[in-house]
């Protein structure tokens, strides 16, 4: 189970931090990747956090501005977000696969994703 929240109507400039909420189990054996889907595109790959040593790895259009982390006690995995602008609107979706990979089909479970929205 994997579950998004965080998302919300911003001004450029601003900054989030969204969350995905899962399972103890989850967590063990899954890598945890971050999407965006948004609309009239296809979903794209922002990064992923690996089950083993948190190692991250970011799509190269992404390094910088979005970070991944996890935190264990809370069975839940972070995407911080900064300096959003207009075209990061978008549907933000975590998943969870056996690799951190950067594209869909490296998942098989997907949250059912939390809209993100920069307008001035």
């Known amino acids: 189970q994997l579950v998004e929240s965080g998302g919300g109507s911003v001004q450029p400039g601003a900054s989030l931090r969204l969350s995905c909420a899962t399972t103890?189990?989850?967590?063990?054996?899954?890598?945890i990747g971050w999407f965006r889907q948004a609309p009239g595109k296809e979903r794209e790959g922002i990064g992923c956090?690996?089950?083993?040593?948190?190692?991250?790895n970011y799509a190269e259009s992404m390094k910088g501005r979005f970070t991944i982390s996890r935190d264990n006690a809370k069975n839940t995995v972070y995407l911080q977000v900064d300096s959003l602008n207009p075209d990061d609107t978008a549907e933000y979706y975590c998943?969870?696969?056996?690799?951190?990979?950067?594209?869909?089909?490296?998942?098989?479970?997907w949250g059912q994703g939390t809209q993100v929205t920069v307008s001035s």
């Open positions: 956090i690996s089950n083993i040593r948190d190692i991250t």
């Open positions: 103890r189990n989850t967590l063990e054996y899954y890598a």
């Open positions: 998943a969870a696969g056996l690799f951190c990979g950067l594209t869909i089909k490296d998942y098989d479970h």
